[in-house]
Nanobody, 124 residues
Framework: QVALVESGGGLVQPGGSLVLSCAVS????????MAWFRQTPGNEREFVAA???????SYTDSVSGRFRIFRDNGKTLVYLVMNNLKPEDMAVYYC??????????????????WGQGTQVTVSS
């Protein structure tokens, strides 16, 4: 079983920055594709960013150039560095893990394990 715990959410002003962290339990973390998704009330969970076991990164267009995803295989952590935050970035952010060892894309069904979510609020 794989457990994911997010942290780092909070309130930030527009233009500000936050770093989300996701602690992952799992013996073969280095093989996982890790991703961040977000969800707002009444909407489907949407892809934000992913990083493969080979450190290939993918971003949704709306965050490209502002967000960066990193992983630390030694500490089994994945980070989402969010810069120049906008009100439309406000959402619950979820960490997700795909233990298959290959990058399968951006769909939520490709990820087998999920964290509980952390709220990001962007407001002045």
């Amino acid at each position: 079983q794989v457990a994911l715990v997010e942290s780092g959410g909070g309130l930030v002003q527009p233009g500000g920055s936050l770093v989300l962290s996701c602690a992952v339990s799992g013996r073969t973390f280095a093989h996982y594709t890790m991703a961040w998704f977000r969800q707002t009330p009444g909407n489907e969970r949407e892809f934000v960013a992913a990083i493969s076991s080979g450190d290939l990164r993918s971003y949704t267009d709306s965050v490209s150039g502002r967000f960066r995803i990193f992983r630390d295989n030694g500490k089994t952590l994945v980070y989402l560095v969010m810069n120049n935050l906008k009100p439309e970035d406000m959402a619950v952010y979820y960490c997700a893990a795909d233990p298959s060892g290959v990058y399968r894309g951006r769909g939520t069904t490709n990820y087998d394990y999920w964290g509980q979510g952390t709220q990001v609020t962007v407001s002045s």
